[in-house]
């Protein structure tokens, strides 16, 4: 994701056509989503960098306490 000015740029399609909703994990980590509404590319960032959907998940259960398997 590239930034041009104040707006961003998809990686994939190169439209400014994106958005950014940056969230604060109950533990301190803070992530950012991005999603473009031109090609429905979605990415996530973490300190600047890129993680992937799992890794955020991962974070998220981790909030919750949970070690991420689900138990019956």
Same mark, same amino acid.
């Given at each position: ?10 990686? +994939?399609?190169?439209? $400014? %056509?994106?958005?950014?909703?940056? *969230? ?17 590319? +979605?990415?996530?960032? $973490? %300190?600047?960098?890129?993680?992937? *959907? ?19």
């Amino acid at each position: 994701m590239e930034q041009q000015g104040r707006g961003l740029v998809c990686p +994939r399609c190169s439209s $400014k %056509d994106v958005i950014n909703i940056n *969230l604060s994990l109950e533990h301190g980590d803070r992530v950012a989503f991005y999603s473009c509404h031109r090609c429905d590319k +979605r990415w996530w960032h $973490k %300190d600047g960098a890129p993680v992937d *959907l799992p890794e955020v998940l991962q974070m998220a259960r981790r909030d919750k306490g949970g070690a991420g398997d689900i138990q019956n």
